[in-house]
């Protein structure tokens, strides 16, 4: 299973970004897909996450201008991020929470490589 995640960029604070992450290889089901970020210096932390039948769960520092949100039938996450601020400045990772495949008799998580969304002031 390979998580790839694409949409970091530059942009100005108040501007918008999209990520998203397409989970790939022989899956049966992820239970939980979300988003985490580390920025220099610091620790990751959770962004959001989303899990199967269960509402969204959001960092409150994201709160009211990130969604996250998914299409299970293509195993893909989102984040859509608006007004953002220098401090959402970060590399932005997925991870997909008890994922299933045919490989293995438990479910295993998996982290993709993240993508850098850069704010400029």
């Known amino acids: 299973v390979q998580l790839q995640a694409s949409g970091g960029g530059l942009v100005q604070a108040g501007g918008s970004l999209r990520l998203s992450c397409v989970a790939s290889g022989s899956i049966i089901s992820i239970n939980t897909m979300g988003w985490f970020r580390q920025a220099p210096g610091k620790q990751r932390e959770l962004v959001a996450m989303?899990?199967?039948?269960?509402?969204?769960n959001y960092a409150d520092a994201v709160k009211g201008r990130f969604t996250i949100s998914r299409d299970n039938a293509k195993n893909t996450v989102f984040l859509q991020m608006n007004s953002l601020k220098p401090e959402d400045t970060a590399v932005y990772y997925c991870k997909a929470d008890r994922v299933r495949t045919p490989s293995y008799s438990v479910a295993i998580d998996y982290w993709g490589k993240g993508t850098l969304v850069t704010v400029s002031s």
């Open positions: 989303l899990a199967s039948g269960s509402g969204p």
